[in-house]
């Protein structure tokens, strides 16, 4: 199907692949059918995207509890395991099968072709490959396809990285946007001028780069400023094994239609209109081993349904608001943690962060700031406290740790990336 079919021809692809993910649940899914069983759902009589409002939704508390309940195939077709996070909780497994490895090499295949991807370009993949990552053997996976160059860095060691770019000439990075600050950090420190060697773009993956008008945030500009390289957010997740990506207008993620049906939903899981924050819930199309029905995400941002510039019709994703899970309420202030994230990015004061929010004795939540101040002056110390109550009329409170401390803090064992949020409230999980 081509990136610029008519909304109509799209929308009837999206209901023939719909009927054949009823049939697949409901003959083969346990979770799915005990649903339909208990909701008195006839499946034939779901024939569009609208009649999806029919159908209750699921959530990341459904996966965890009856994790192997979702699971459509016998184990013996199984090929992959990946598993989420765990940011939210425990973490959930999902179970690959050789056509599900295929669907997820085309989506990742079009993600890179979306971000301008060429064959004779040369990925430096800055991201774990192991540990039932499924994003890195995605990327790896959709760059084969694509006849591109791959070298499999692995995440960290600045100084590795900056030695690998200049002795192979990557034209491309695939990083974490925090971790290419530390990497121009280093080049800084090493006298190393990023703009003389081969890399001229960057997929920025796992934070935001902009803000919902799509003008880069912090992050981005921080970027930019120090390394004159284009960068291309993208967005996805383990369980929906689809990815939205920019392309070169950097005006939101774009949908795929033939893989997923995106839905952004209300509190009372009404449609919202376009422009309006809503709970992503989406479909999975031609999943085999764990296929999802209107799974929730917890993930808040808007769609835009205008044509974009470079000529896909495909909705396009904002970037992410916050999870529904980690909005903070303090006192009186809502906070989602990637707003506080731009804020102490925005602050020369501190070099590096981890907020952790909690429950007070009266059960509200409070937050503490754990920051590697740029000196321990007390100067210092009243610029940060002066900007953090300009900027979130309200106080945080403020613990000042070491470059070590604040290593183990975000590096704990076994996790996969940064930890930058940690939620201790009670029935909330640990996460970033």
């Avoid at 309940?69 to 973490?91: H, M, N, R, W």
């Avoid at 997820?104 to 990925?123: K, M, R, W």
Wanted: hydrophobic share 40%; net charge negative.
């Amino acid at each position: 199907m081509s990136i610029t079919t008519a909304p109509d021809k799209v929308k009837l692809m999206q209901e023939q692949k719909l009927q054949e993910l009823l049939q697949h649940i409901s003959k083969n899914s346990p979770f799915y059918k005990e649903l339909f069983a208990q909701h008195g759902i006839d499946i034939n009589a779901i024939k569009t995207i609208e009649d999806l409002a029919l159908i209750p939704t699921t959530g990341k508390e459904d996966l965890q509890k009856r994790n192997n309940d979702f699971l459509c195939v016998p184990k013996d077709q199984v090929i992959e395991y990946a598993s989420t996070s765990g940011t939210l909780g425990s973490p959930v497994t999902i179970a690959l099968t050789e056509n599900d490895l295929n669907r997820l090499t085309l989506n990742e295949y079009n993600s890179f072709v979306c971000a301008d991807g060429q064959p004779n370009d040369i990925y430096q993949l800055m991201l774990t490959l192991d540990r039932q990552f499924m994003a890195g053997i995605a990327y790896y996976s959709g760059l084969r396809k694509l006849g591109a160059g791959i070298i499999r860095l692995g995440p960290g060691v600045p100084s590795l990285q900056l030695e690998t770019i200049q002795r192979l000439n990557p034209t491309a990075i695939v990083a974490v946007p925090s971790f290419i600050l530390k990497l121009i950090q280093a080049a800084k420190d090493h006298n190393i001028d990023l703009n003389q060697t081969s890399v001229k773009k960057a997929i920025c993956i796992g934070e935001n780069i902009r803000n919902t008008d799509f003008s880069l945030n912090i992050l981005g500009k921080k970027i930019t400023e120090a390394w004159d390289i284009k960068l291309y957010s993208t967005y996805a997740s383990t369980e929906m094994q689809t990815a939205f990506t920019e392309c070169s207008h950097g005006r939101g993620g774009h949908l795929q239609p033939e893989l997923v049906i995106a839905e952004l939903l209300d509190e009372d899981n009404n449609l919202v209109p376009a422009n309006t924050p809503g709970e992503l819930t989406i479909t999975t199309l031609g999943v085999e081993g764990m296929p999802l029905l209107r799974y929730k995400t917890g993930d808040i941002c808007m769609y835009f349904n205008e044509p974009c510039a470079c000529g896909r019709t495909s909705l396009r994703l904002s970037p992410i608001i916050g999870r529904k899970k980690q909005m903070i309420k303090f006192k009186g202030t809502t906070l989602y943690p990637p707003a506080m994230f731009d804020l102490l990015n925005e602050m020369e004061e501190v070099l590096d962060y981890v907020i952790e929010v909690y429950s007070n004795d009266i059960g509200m939540d409070e937050v503490l700031l754990h920051l590697l101040p740029l000196d321990d002056s007390k100067a210092c110390d009243n610029r940060i406290r002066a900007y953090l109550q300009a900027r979130l009329r309200v106080s945080p409170h403020v613990s000042y740790i070491t470059a070590e401390q604040i290593q183990k803090m975000q590096f704990p064992e076994a996790v996969r990336k940064a930890v930058k949020f940690i939620d201790k409230r009670v029935n909330q999980s640990e996460g970033n």
